[in-house]
């Protein structure tokens, strides 16, 4: 396959962006803006992606790359299998909301603001995934979608 047509095709994984996730969010000592997570992702990613990461989503109101990363996000859990990334939404943050990733080395106004989020966001377990292509959920242990999607292995966390 050439160069050109592995563009057109490319969907970057949720995989690939939990891990730049974990990554990211540590260096932002545990959370950061909306606004500002879905700026650094696309500088880091933009181009990588071909025209189905930028293609609209059927039904929602973002493109597929959007989609992954919040994918991806789901993908991160504490190594007692519990979620580990949370958004809450609010006007008062750019981008409309905070991301936190808990776990993480964090100073006091990361430690505020995670607690914050928490507190909306109770921290159960999740044994539920949903499909990026359709929107079906299904439990964690599901490998395919019955729409064909191939779910993702978790990775894990160490
Ligand atoms: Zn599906």
Redesign the pocket.
Same mark, same amino acid.
């Given at each position: 396959m050439n160069a050109s047509a592995q563009k057109n095709k490319t969907v970057l994984s949720a995989v690939v962006y939990a891990k730049w996730l974990e990554a990211h969010l540590t260096e932002c000592g545990g959370w950061t803006t909306i606004g500002e997570l879905k700026r650094a992702c696309r500088q880091r990613f933009e181009r990588q992606w071909g025209k189905r990461d930028l293609e609209q989503m059927p039904k929602r109101n973002q493109q597929r790359w959007q989609n992954m990363l919040d994918w991806g996000k789901v993908l991160l859990r504490l190594p007692d299998g519990k979620k580990a990334c949370f958004t809450r939404h609010s006007k008062r943050f750019d981008g409309g909301g905070v991301v936190i990733l808990i776990g993480v080395k964090t100073d006091d106004k990361g430690k505020e603001i995670q607690d914050w989020v928490l507190k909306k966001t109770p921290r159960t377990p999740c044994f539920a995934k949903r %499909?990026p +292509? %359709?929107?079906?959920w299904y439990n964690l242990n599901r490998k395919q &979608? +019955? &729409?064909?999607?191939v779910f993702e292995v978790i990775p894990k966390r160490r």
């Open positions: %499909c +292509e %359709c929107g079906r &979608c +019955e &729409c064909s999607h």
